[in-house]
């Protein structure tokens, strides 16, 4: 008796933790969308939140979260917390391809955006100059951290010649300050902010690593691109307006970006020079991220092109752009 | 010889300015050798005393002399056996017995070599190794006395030593008590309830008066050793003494 | 007997994998018991980050852990045995120590790396303020602990209080020495994780191995590691067992 008791206890438990672990709560109503904390890239979301660009599509528009960064963001995807999301193609790809979450891209979001900052005194003037140091990146699987193994893959070192941290944007500038790190690599405005708060300054800007870099894109949750895929291409389209006023506006974008990251004006005007807003995706740029990835070993993609086709989906842009 | 001159011992109350006294004025001799029993019925504030002896609480007046000398606090003359052996639980036997001699810094080899004159004293041969756990009560308490002992006290004072063991086991330690304390010069100072024990191990006996303790009577104990618990002039005396006691109810 | 332990959980980790295989309970939210093997395994070959091995993880937390224990229970014992001792003292020093003693380890990062940067120190200091307070608690309860006719046998016995410490005091409060260092070596091992997420510099260590995965969004290592995490603390618990039943004989 004592047994059977105890067999249904852990059937009970069981089917109890895969029905939590199963359901998620979907919102019918509205889109719920992400963004990572102060990343200027993601600007066109801001914008159209600010402009009324969903409203004026209709759609109403919930920020389910604000993101340290671009792994944090595919958690959320992951977990069906999330409709559509700001993020870097990278942790996408890796999310992907890992089998985590279920996005694809729709649209770009900018290209180029980051560089890699090192300590004001520092006397280094290339990459190998900083062999045995510590340099942070925001995460495994970023853009950021693609870029600079990609440098160092470049100036023909190997990543086990520098120490690379994880440290989340926001707490990096204090790092550098500390001189715990000696430099790191991230997101605009967080370079910007390092060298007009005199912390540190400029090595290399992305561009110059890997020019035209594809970095932040606009990804969907399958689920809802299958289930509301009208609402799915308006907010395409209010991505595309947000984009296009950005390249039209530049006045006009500086107090929306000033809202969004709190930061000063010098530092966004810096930032600003620096990304490229862009909504149309080269997809060979992105496989050369999934090969990249598999070259590491953080993924595990048979077919390269295959998976490209699958994830990145462009087809409601191009209806779009069309009209 | 040691002399109680005038002691007294009063304990702060629950209220203010409030005393409880325990000992009365207590003045007495006890010469230097003798084997003397202290009884009186529960509370009555034997241990109290015996306590100020070892200098473990101090009088509120009074003084004790020891061979001319005034005593106070705790001293290397007196030696004292509690009622619940107080063994060391994590020392071996032997351990517990140079517990003393470690304290003073004595030497180890010469520490060890007396342990173990006392352990073969003792009748604790084969039980060096053993913790307290692993012996039995009376064991127990032949190992607390040897520790004392082994300190060479002027004066060994005993807090009931033998009331939480069986008849069986306090008669042997009893004559055992007496077998190792007639080898020594040593006064004993012996408290207890018990008169029956008190009548078969000591030359004096006072009986102290229920709280606050005064001296009830004194009882000189002129029985021949062995002593002889049929013996008729033995339990006279130990009637008497329970009279007393009974009266004081 | 060991069929009692055995079966049961074999029993729960086959429905497991039966609920996993048919896609009741999604693979990326759950990795299936298979599944967790299979990563297990890549994290001792090919490594996370790749390159970085289990073992190496293994040994950089265990020495970050060892740290911070190892000072904690260095400052904590001779502090819990004098606090225990003079009551004037814990007076005093109470109330400081049940101020800070609720103050969650992690609530201390923000302000560890300020004091220490980013590195062994800080980590080390938060699993240092994890363990500390249940040693300390619990040395001072194995002082007051030990009967007060013992410490006055011991001064019968001319023990001065130099001696009443050393052969009294501390032989006594072992046994809740003991439990405290048990319970605050595992609070230590539970804090090591978060504590490794103030930032790892030499990119090793269980906590880094596991926001690893989490960035590139590998379940079936992030449950691999902390199914490793959670088989290490409970063989640190047993070996700690094992050394206080050697030194504890006389219970």
Redesign the interface.
Known sequence: MKKKI??LG??FL?IT??VA??SSAADLKSVRIGYLQNDIHQLACWVALEKGFYTQEGLEVKVAGIFKAG?EL??AF??GALDMGYVGIA?AT??VA????RVVVLAQANSEGSALVIRKDSPAQTLGDLKGK?L?VP????VQDFLLRKAIAKAQLT??QF?????KPP?MI??LR????EGFIAWEPFPAKAATGDVGRVLSPSREIWPDHPCCVLAADTQFLGSRPEEAKKMVRAHVRATDFINQHPKEIIPIALKYTGMDEKTILQALKNVKYAYALNREAEKEYVHFLSQ????KVEDGSAFVTRFVNLQLLNEILKK | MLELVGLTKKYPGKGPGEEIPVLDNLSCRFETGRFISIVGSSGCGKTTLLRILAGLESSSQGQVILNGRPISGVTDQMGLVFQEYALFPWRTTLANIQMGLECVGLERVQRERLAREYIQAFGLQGFEDHYPRELSGGMQQRVAIARTLVMNPRVILMDEPFASLDNQTRNDLQEFLLTVWRTRVDMVIFVTHNVDEAVFLSDQILVLTPRPARIASVFPVDLPRPRDRTDQEFNTLRRNILKILKDQR | MTRDRIL?PL??LL??QA?SALE???????PSPLQIVGGLKELIV?GL???HPLHLHLLFSLYRVGMGFALAALVAVPLGLSLGWWRRWRRIVSPLLEVIRPIPPLAWIPIA??WF???IQSAAFIIFLGAFFPILLNTVSGVLSINPTLIEAARTLQAKERDIFLKVLWPGAIPSIFVGLRIGMGIGWMTLVAAEFT?????YGLG?MI??A??????DEIVAGMLIIGLIGMLIDWVIRIIERRIVRWR
Not at chain 1, 163 to 167: N, Q, R, T, W
Not at chain 3, 24 to 30: A, G
């Open positions: 105890s067999i852990i059937v069981l933790l895969g672990i199963r792994p595919m958690s992951a977990a942790p890796a999310a890992n089998k985590a979450a510590s942070a995460g495994h699987s970023t990543d086990q120490s690379i941290m994880v440290i707490e204090a790092a500390n001189k715990d790190i590491w070993k953080f993924i | 049961p029993f729960f429905i497991w609920l009741w309970i999604p693979s990326y939210k759950l090919v980050p790749p390159g790396i300020l940067g980013i590195g930032g790892v510099r030499e990119g880094y926001m690893t989490r960035d590139i969004q590998r379940a």
